[in-house]
């Protein structure tokens, strides 16, 4: 899943593709409303077996969203996206659940 926030700047989505385009399309589908909204024409880059591509995205806070990026005709990546304008700290399911243990005689196992 990726995370965005509510600005009106150019975010950045990197990902793993099944085929690397220059220009891809990216379909968004409102799971709230069941709105879609196609951005098209969007130049994309690729470094060391990534997609990159950035855009202005018109997202709402709180929102979970479908994310289709096709070449043409050709879906190239599926995924979610979650809007939000919290740190990524904050809304974190496993924030603080985890401890770090400094004895090192090896004679318990802490769980």
């Known amino acids: 899943m990726k995370v965005l926030t509510t600005s009106e700047e ?6 793993i593709p099944r085929s690397y385009a220059s220009t891809v399309s990216v379909v968004l ?3 709230t409303t069941n709105e879609v909204t196609t951005y098209t024409g969007i130049s994309t880059t690729q470094n060391k077996g990534y997609l990159s591509l950035s855009n202005a995205f018109s997202l709402t806070e709180g ?13 190239i990546y599926k995924d979610k996206i979650f809007c939000t304008d919290q740190a990524v700290a904050s809304y ?4 603080g659940v985890y401890t770090t243990e400094n004895t090192y005689d090896n004679e318990y196992i802490i769980l």
């Open 10 to 15: 150019a975010q950045t989505l990197t990902i």
């Open 29 to 31: 589908r409102d799971e």
């Open 63 to 75: 929102t979970f969203y479908q994310l289709t990026i096709k070449e043409g005709a050709n879906v």
């Open 92 to 95: 974190s399911v496993n924030n």
